[in-house]
């Protein structure tokens, strides 16, 4: 008797998990993933009618890198004092907004945290965003 009280109530402990708690959870863990340390090499690839145009936000060769902040923003240091913000937020497990633009994000930021790409698509422009730790 016992044990059917322990596993009735365990049972209700998991039914109040709601779905709004979970991905609650999710994105907090993201968070957390993205904001730990710092993104060494960060490359923005937009494809426009099949030209390809390559923007280096942040690169170890440069001496830059970017840092996910809890205030909202993405700051690339320059490596001499200054630096550079972009907005940011995780919506969900698959959609994240980065400098106001939103983007799909392509793999799991919980299972991969030494690397990252988002991607999305603006009237005839392709763009894909590549953040890795090294």
Do not use: H, P
Not at 1 to 10: E, S
Not at 72 to 80: F, P, Q, R, S, T
Request: net charge positive; charged share 25%.
């Amino acid at each position: 008797m016992k044990k059917l009280m322990i596993l009735g109530l365990v049972a209700i402990g998991f039914a109040s998990c709601s779905k709004e708690t979970l991905n609650s959870a999710e994105n907090d863990i993201a968070l957390n993933a993205i904001r730990t340390g710092e993104w060494k090499n960060v490359v923005k690839t937009t494809t426009v009618d099949g030209k390809e145009i390559t923007d280096t936000i942040a690169s170890t060769s440069r001496g830059t890198y970017l840092d996910f902040d809890k205030d909202g923003y993405a700051y690339v240091y320059d490596g001499k004092g200054g630096s550079k913000s972009f907005a940011y937020r995780i919506e969900n497990s698959k959609t994240m907004y980065f400098d106001n633009v939103q983007y799909k994000i392509n793999e799991s930021i919980i299972q991969s945290t030494i690397r990252f790409t988002i991607s999305g698509q603006d009237n005839a422009a392709n763009t894909k965003i590549e953040f890795k730790r090294k």
